[in-house]
């Protein structure tokens, strides 16, 4: 079973950068999406983007021109690189192993324990 480790969350202010990494231990990650997903207390959990194994990126419409997902296989990791940061950018970020090629906005998968991201105004 895969296993992942989330890093880079924290407290920034409006308008900063922060970067958000995942890195995963098992077999299979070149041939499975990658996705970053968050969820605010009471909501449901919404994708952010994500990254298909063909590094192909899918941005949600909020994430459109700031952030950016890469990934690397060789070290088995993701990135999510989020810049002009908004105070409802704040939420708990999960990372996302696909069970597929692709990611599925529901979010099929193994998930990372998450992240908190802060933007404060």
């Known amino acids: 079973q895969v296993q992942l480790v989330e890093s880079g969350g924290g407290l920034v202010q409006t308008g900063g950068s922060m970067r958000l990494s995942c890195a995963a231990s098992?077999?299979?990650?070149?041939?499975?999406?990658m996705g970053w997903y968050r969820q605010v207390p009471g909501s449901q959990r919404e994708m952010v983007a994500y990254i298909t194994n063909g590094a192909t990126a899918y941005y949600s419409n909020f994430a459109k021109g700031r952030f950016t997902i890469s990934r690397n296989n060789a070290e088995q990791t993701v990135h999510l690189e989020m810049n002009n940061l908004r105070p409802e950018d704040t939420a708990v970020y999960f990372c996302?192993?696909?069970?597929?090629?692709?990611?599925?906005?529901?979010?099929?998968?193994?998930w990372g324990q998450g992240t908190q991201v802060t933007v404060s105004s």
């Open positions: 996302l192993f696909c069970s597929r090629y692709r990611c599925t906005a529901t979010g099929d998968g193994d």
């Open positions: 098992g077999s299979d990650f070149s041939l499975r999406g």
